[in-house]
């Protein structure tokens, strides 16, 4: 069983809906990340969430927009999406880091993913 | 630019016997942590290794050792005695701080009976 929680695990959407993707974690972590993975491809990392402010956004375009509501939740809303937004999403925990204070040799903890379609 | 690369796309081993998989990475910083995941059709990221560049013992799990070669920014798997669950989509990782994670492009591992 994993420990970091997705869902939905499937989601299908035009490209007018709104959906939301969420993630849950119970281990204390306080870096939460989102990765979108392409078939045979390494994940990309979207965005990371450190002690609940948003601490990377690796360019990602507007239609994504992450939510950190507390430390165990992470969402990622989803709105006008492309055909080419089609892909694995991935959210991972991870014990962090503060700045300039690399803590300890924690690997990220990775969910199940959502696979999402866009119609 | 931080860089992992893995120059093997796609192995084969077969069935009892032991493969090694490479990764390079490129970086300036002396502290930093590299990690082999793998990814089987059930498509959950599971860790395998890690190693702290600090440690010249090269890190060991099971099956599973690295050959970490600091100096030639080297961070080989070894997988011993291969069985059918190895196989799987493996991909190298290298941490600095401020969280990010680096991945290479992966190698697919094929297990023949």
């Known amino acids: 069983d994993t420990e970091v929680t997705q869902t939905p695990k499937h989601l299908v959407m035009g490209m007018t809906n709104k959906k939301s993707l969420k993630c849950e974690q119970h281990?204390?972590?306080?870096?939460m990340y989102w990765y979108k993975q392409k078939a045979k491809k390494p994940p990309e990392l979207m965005f990371v969430?450190?002690?609940?402010?948003?601490?990377i956004n690796e360019s990602v375009p507007s239609r994504f927009s992450p939510e950190c509501p507390n430390s165990s939740l992470l969402n990622l809303h989803l709105h006008a999406l492309q055909p080419e937004d089609s892909a694995l999403y991935l959210c991972?925990?991870?014990?962090?880091?503060?700045?300039?204070?690399?803590?300890?040799?924690?690997?990220?903890?990775f969910g199940d993913g959502t696979r999402l379609s866009i119609l | 630019a931080q860089t992992v690369t893995q120059s093997q796309p796609e192995m084969s081993v077969q069935e009892a016997e032991t493969v090694t998989l490479s990764c390079t990475y490129d970086t300036s910083e002396s502290d930093y942590y590299l990690f082999w995941y793998k990814q089987p059709p059930s498509r959950q990221m599971i860790l395998v290794i890690r190693q702290e560049a600090y440690k010249q013992q090269n890190a060991t799990e099971n099956r599973f050792s690295v050959n970490f070669q600091k100096a030639a920014k080297s961070f080989s798997l070894k997988i011993s005695d291969s069985q059918l669950g190895d196989a799987a989509m493996y991909f190298c990782?290298?941490?600095?701080?401020?969280?990010?994670?680096?991945f290479g492009s992966g190698t697919k591992l094929n297990v023949k009976p």
């Open positions: 990782a290298y941490r600095r701080h401020f969280n990010k994670f680096y």
């Open positions: 969430y450190s002690y609940e402010k948003l601490s």
């Open positions: 991972a925990s991870s014990q962090g880091a503060v700045a300039g204070k690399l803590k300890g040799n924690q690997p990220q903890h």
């Open positions: 281990m204390g972590h306080r870096a």
